[in-house]
């Protein structure tokens, strides 16, 4: 069974909450959606206007049906005013079932923290628990952060033509490399694999 909520610690001891987003949860997304910089909203949503987030979008977001999406959400219950630190969900690919497009976003200035790593290991064990074996991410090329991330996480990149394509082996714990990133991801991935596995 996912488990429905769990109380964790950020790296700098930060006592979070992470869980899965619900539809009861248009308001939360509405209002971390604004929290994002154009940069970040650009990098991760593919557009730079408007700091409201479509009807459309909400509802694609909030419809989490596993197997097949996921989307869970990292939150600071300490912090005054919106609370949330960051998100990140999995879709499974209809023509490649054994893969999902993960993305993640983090408030710019809880970026570095760790939150990207900590979603990352949470969204691979739900994967990994419904038969998912490969993550794959997409960003552009001009965003050195995550292409570092993504990288020194584990990822394998490639160039399509217009974005940076990484994938992680979600079946491949080996390939996670002895780096600042890849020592969290591990570390993080044996934390939590008892409450999904």
């Known amino acids: 069974m996912i488990p429905e909520r769990l109380e964790l610690h950020l790296r700098d001891g930060t006592p979070v909450v992470a869980r899965p987003l619900t539809p009861d949860d248009r308001a939360y997304v509405a209002a971390g959606y604004r929290q994002l910089s154009p940069e970040a909203r650009y990098q991760r949503f593919w ?43 999995f879709w499974r690919s209809k023509s490649e079932p054994s893969d999902a497009e993960f993305s993640v976003s983090v408030l710019d200035a809880d970026q570095g923290r760790g939150v990207g790593t900590l979603l990352l290991a949470l969204l691979w064990l739900v994967a990994y628990r419904h038969g998912i074996a490969t993550f794959t991410g997409y960003t552009m090329p001009e965003n050195r952060a995550a292409l ?5 996480s584990g990822a394998t990149g490639a160039w399509d033509g217009y974005n940076a394509v990484f994938r992680w082996q979600l079946r491949d714990l080996a390939a996670i490399p002895e780096t600042a990133a890849g020592a969290d991801l591990a570390e993080r991935l044996a934390e939590l694999a008892p409450a999904f596995l």
Not at 50 to 63: F, H, K, P, T, Y
């Open 47 to 89: 557009v730079r206007d408007g700091e409201v987030i479509g009807d459309a979008m909400l509802n694609r977001l909030l419809a989490q049906q596993l197997p097949d999406h996921a989307i869970w959400t990292v939150f600071d219950p300490t912090r005054e005013g919106f609370p949330g630190l960051g998100a990140a969900s």
């Open 148 to 152: 570092r991330w993504m990288s020194d």
